[in-house]
């Protein structure tokens, strides 16, 4: 089955830690994303790779990092730097067909920072 | 900077009405995409509309674009409580490359 995980569905951290969050993709997609989601609120885009071993800062960057080695593979860590880490953490990724960027998302990572 | 601005943001309905859900967006794009969100869930995608005048359905809702007047609207017909959800529209502008911007999103509530 095609698709993409992310791991773990639930994260617990103490503040001041680093954290990463892992997104696989098997869907061959050369694209792939990372948003937050705070309750309530609509997507914000972190980072985004659109191939390998290249990636852009999207609209709230700071205190995240990110690594592009494989295609299928799209980490995302959350540095001590971020101020406000707690929040739901989507992970997508897109192939151009036909004219289309149809973004297909993981399942997510809730991760709580206390 | 392009923008994306959806209407109403919070939608009350009873069952078996129909009402119309806006999305607005400011640069010239001809590629929309609409997706559903359930509480605690990830995105599912719903529709893709990639020209002028393109209009998908898909049991209950049916979306459409208007791409001179930067507008895609998402219909629903006849609403049951299984559409309650929160929807976005997100819209793929030509010089954004890859990237998508989303509306602030839908949180539609069908009540009995």
């Known amino acids: 089955d095609g698709g993409i995980t992310q791991s773990p569905k639930y994260l617990f951290r103490k503040e001041g830690q680093n954290v990463t969050l892992s997104c696989e993709q098997n869907?061959?997609?050369?694209?792939m994303y990372w948003y937050r989601q705070d309750p309530g609120q609509g997507l914000r885009l972190i980072y985004y790779s659109q191939i390998v071993n290249d990636f852009q800062k999207g609209d709230i960057a700071e205190g995240y990092s990110v690594s592009r080695e494989k295609k299928e593979s799209f980490p995302l860590t959350v540095t001590s730097a971020q101020k406000n880490p707690t929040a739901f953490y989507l992970c997508?990724?897109?192939?151009?067909?036909?004219?289309?960027?149809?973004?297909?998302f993981g399942p997510g990572t809730r991760l709580t920072v206390t | 900077e392009l923008k994306v601005e959806q209407n109403p943001l919070f939608l009350s309905m009873q069952e078996g009405k129909n009402y119309t859900i806006y999305c607005n967006y400011s640069t010239t794009s001809d590629r929309l995409y609409w997706y559903r969100q359930d509480p605690g869930k990830s995105l599912e995608s719903l529709f893709v509309?990639?020209?002028?005048?393109a209009v998908k359905q898909e049991g209950r809702l049916m979306a459409s674009l208007d791409t001179k007047a930067r507008l895609s609207t998402l219909h629903i017909t006849a609403a049951v409580h299984d559409l309650s959800a929160t929807y976005f529209c997100a819209v793929d502008g030509e010089t954004s490359g890859s990237r998508l911007t989303f509306g602030e999103g839908t949180q539609l509530t069908v009540n009995p």
């Open positions: 509309l990639l020209s002028n005048g």
């Open positions: 869907l061959n997609h050369d694209a």
């Open positions: 997508a990724s897109s192939i151009r067909e036909t004219g289309s960027y149809e973004q297909y």
